[in-house]
């Protein structure tokens, strides 16, 4: 079985395993597409070659690199349908996508006979979001398709209320064990100036949908002995953060620190007591999976999250969710996980527990290459 992906996020080394455990699984060829370099958080990634059995990387130069609905391939794509001929493209960019419009064009030139997957991580349905070309894109993806990946259940409905009306399977985010895990970060915990602290963290981007400053106003009301804050990731909205925390009077007890390489960002959440993941839903947002939650249970540190989107979801009961906005209910949640020591114990445990069950790239891979199986 020959299998081409394509996908701008394969460029980052934590989501290599997911695609090394399906190439392990039965006689398969993987071909993997990804962008030589892309623009992620302000960081510029370039793609390092890795060589496995049965699975190869193949990077090309991109348009728009960065613009996950905008990019498309400008070279090194075509022979991998003329002369691959695969029996199953796996497209993990969305279905309204110029890379989606790509790809259905050349498998038509190239490789009619092949089976087309698509993923989606569509968690809010809104017109307004799509103007008339990435509409029609879509419409094309989901006639030409055989299947679809959807992160969510909310996305698999989302599709059938747009009419998608074949075949799908819920496939979330997946976290590599074997990085994100409890590990020794003594000396970085003391480049950061972090002694007996009690540290409440943040990991991602920097923008005003994130809810960061409910955090930092739940934050202001908590006693200031042993608790500091620790933000992780770059974005615009950072000075109006250093505007609020200076209002607040907590620039002190703040940790800034900018974007960091996907390697590094398990250590900067091993110097966290608790993550918290404060999102807001917006009329064109919705937060749709969340997957810094599961890398913190990885990592053994309990979550508290808001009830925006998916990410209830992702907790389920292991872990502490709080009213979008409110700042005194995740004033109080976080009170609680301070205080209560068996709670945050036995949210380390569900927390642990839930991640390596639901969200290893072992079990992704499993159901994925069951899912090729099934179509061909």
Request: charged share 25%; proline share 4%; net charge neutral.
């Amino acid at each position: 079985m020959k299998v081409l992906v394509i996908s701008h996020s394969a460029i980052q080394p934590t989501y290599h395993r997911k695609l090394e455990e399906i190439s392990k699984l039965g006689d398969i060829q993987l071909r993997v597409l990804v962008p030589d370099t892309w623009v992620e958080n302000t960081q510029v990634l370039h793609f390092s070659q890795i060589d496995k059995p049965n699975l190869s990387f193949y990077p090309g130069k991109v348009m728009f690199p960065g613009y996950g609905s905008r990019f498309y391939f400008t070279r090194g794509i075509i022979r991998h349908f003329k002369q691959f001929k695969p029996d199953i493209i796996h497209l993990e960019e969305e279905p309204w996508s110029l890379c989606a419009f790509q790809t259905i064009i050349l498998k038509r030139l190239f490789c009619p006979h092949s089976k087309l997957i698509f993923r989606t991580s569509l968690s809010i349905s809104v017109k307004q979001r799509f103007n008339f070309l990435a509409s029609s894109i879509e419409r094309i993806t989901f006639r030409k398709s055989d299947f679809a990946f959807v992160l969510s259940e909310r996305a698999g409905q989302i599709l059938n209320q747009k009419g998608y009306n074949k075949g799908m399977m819920v496939s979330p985010n997946g976290v590599d064990a074997s990085v994100f895990k409890k590990m020794d970060i003594a000396e970085l915990k003391q480049n950061l100036g972090i002694k007996n602290d009690f540290v409440i963290g943040y990991v991602g981007r920097l923008m005003q949908m994130k809810g960061l400053d409910t955090l930092l106003k739940a934050f202001s009301m908590l006693s200031k002995d042993n608790t500091r804050i620790l933000l992780v990731g770059s974005g615009d909205y950072k000075e109006e953060l250093l505007s609020l925390a200076s209002e607040l009077g907590i620039t002190d007890r703040l940790i800034f620190v900018g974007a960091v390489s996907a390697v590094d960002v398990p250590k900067y959440i091993n110097c966290m007591n608790v993550l918290v993941l404060p999102s807001i839903t917006t009329p064109l947002w919705v937060e749709f999976f969340g997957r810094v939650l599961v890398e913190a249970m990885m990592c053994e540190v309990p979550v508290i999250g808001s009830n925006s989107g998916e990410i209830p979801n992702v907790i389920s009961d292991a872990g502490l969710v709080f009213q979008e906005t409110d700042e005194h209910d995740l004033k109080d949640k976080l009170k609680l996980i301070i205080e209560d020591d068996e709670l945050r114990h036995t949210l380390i445990q569900k927390g642990n527990t839930r991640a390596s069950f639901l969200y290893t790239w072992e079990s992704i891979a499993k159901d994925t290459y069951e899912t090729y199986l099934s179509i061909i």
